[in-house]
């Protein structure tokens, strides 16, 4: 069973950076696209970034130059680095695991991150 455990949410200031950290299990995800996603209240939600097996990344506009994907494929772990976060970064955000086979995503839990001075 595929699951994935997301962790490392906060409440951070302006500016400041954060780390979110997921861990994969049931898989070794070799076929799969590692990522993030975020919602915010009433919103939908949206790619953030992803990662496939072999290091090629997508952004979302609104992130670039400011947050870092990167993934372990032995560890089956895949981190977002946030620098210069801004208040419209403030959502809820969940690891995702999209198969490039069958193009199923699973879902962590949720990590809330806030931020506000």
């Known amino acids: 069973q595929v699951q994935l455990v997301e962790s490392g949410g906060d409440l951070v200031q302006p500016g400041g950076s954060l780390t979110l950290s997921c861990i994969g299990s049931?898989?070794?995800?070799?076929?799969?696209?590692l990522g993030w996603y975020r919602q915010a209240p009433g919103k939908q939600r949206e790619l953030v970034a992803n990662?496939?097996?072999?290091?090629?990344?997508t952004y979302a506009d609104a992130v670039k130059g400011r947050f870092t994907i990167s993934r372990d494929n032995h560890k089956s772990t895949v981190q977002l680095q946030m620098n210069s976060l801004k208040l419209e970064d403030t959502a809820t955000y969940y690891c995702?695991?999209?198969?490039?086979?069958?193009?199923?995503?699973?879902w962590g839990q949720g990590t809330q991150v806030t931020v506000a001075s």
């Open positions: 995702s695991a999209t198969s490039t086979v069958s193009g199923f995503t699973h």
């Open positions: 990662v496939s097996y072999f290091g090629q990344t």
């Open positions: 049931g898989t070794r995800f070799n076929n799969y696209l």
